[in-house]
T-cell receptor, first 114, second 107 residues
Framework: NAGVTQTPKFQVLKTGQSMTLQCAQD?????MYWYRQDPGMGLRLIYY???????DKGEVPNGYNVSRLNKREFSLRLESAAPSQTSVYFC?????????????FGPGTRLTVT | KNEVEQSPQNLTAQEGEFITINCSYS?????LHWLQQHPGGGIVSLFM???GKKKHGRLIATINIQEKHSSLHITASHPRDSAVYIC?????????FGTGTSLTVIP
């Protein structure tokens, strides 16, 4: 099992460009998450999906959109990138409550917006 | 105010020392999690606990539900333990994260 995979691992964008971060999990989890991690701050939730076809905003959703394409895949889209979106992005999944609330993380995407 | 507070923010230790990282939280929780993140690396789950104590190798995690406090201990620390340790709490399927403790173990 690959667990949670993310692509790309690194990306540099110019202000105003768009891109989609891809995430997939092979653990048959219902819940999937997108977080951003910035220096000196804890992981912050961007969007969350409790199941296929549902998405909810997290703490910092502005400037992002998401798609829960199917149970495996949860993508994050930046429509018009801004320097404030320079960050490391993590996708995660969990199967609450059957797996006891444990969360599994992808390797991260390091995004720089110039 | 963050729901999860960790201390210290940074910690430097000599190899072999006993290390303690503390975590306090202010919300009701389903479980508390300790995560490890190596420089430039991904995040892995070390422990998930809702009561008492868990041990895995040289790592021990404890939680006091009444005091809303948890500690992560590392015995006989080693340079490979150098990483950021993150405390998180879950409430159902929602997670809240501390800002992490950066640990450096010097040979």
């Amino acid at each position: 099992n690959a667990g949670v995979t993310q692509t790309p691992k690194f990306q540099v964008l110019k202000t105003g460009q768009s891109m989609t971060l891809q995430c997939a999990q092979d653990m048959n989890h219902n819940s999937m998450y997108w977080y951003r991690q910035d220096p000196g701050m804890g992981l912050r939730l961007i969007y969350y999906s409790a199941s296929e076809g549902t998405t909810d905003k997290g703490e910092v959703p502005n400037g992002y959109n998401v798609s829960r394409l199917n149970k495996r895949e949860f993508s994050l889209r930046l429509e018009s990138a801004a320097p404030s979106q320079t960050s490391v992005y993590f996708c995660a999944s969990s199967e609450w409550p059957t797996s006891g609330y444990e969360q599994y993380f992808g390797p991260g995407t390091r995004l720089t917006v110039t | 105010k963050n729901e999860v507070e960790q201390s210290p923010q940074n910690l430097t230790a000599q190899e072999g020392e006993f290390i303690t990282i503390n975590c306090s939280y202010s919300v009701g929780i389903s479980a508390l999690h300790w995560l490890q993140q190596h420089p430039g690396g991904g995040i892995v789950s070390l422990f998930m606990l809702s009561s008492g104590k868990k041990k895995h190798g040289r790592l021990i995690a404890t939680i006091n539900i009444q005091e809303k406090h948890s500690s992560l201990h590392i015995t006989a620390s080693h340079p490979r333990d150098s990483a950021v340790y993150i405390c998180a709490v879950s409430r159902g399927d929602q997670f809240y994260f501390g800002t992490g403790t950066s640990l450096t173990v010097i040979p």
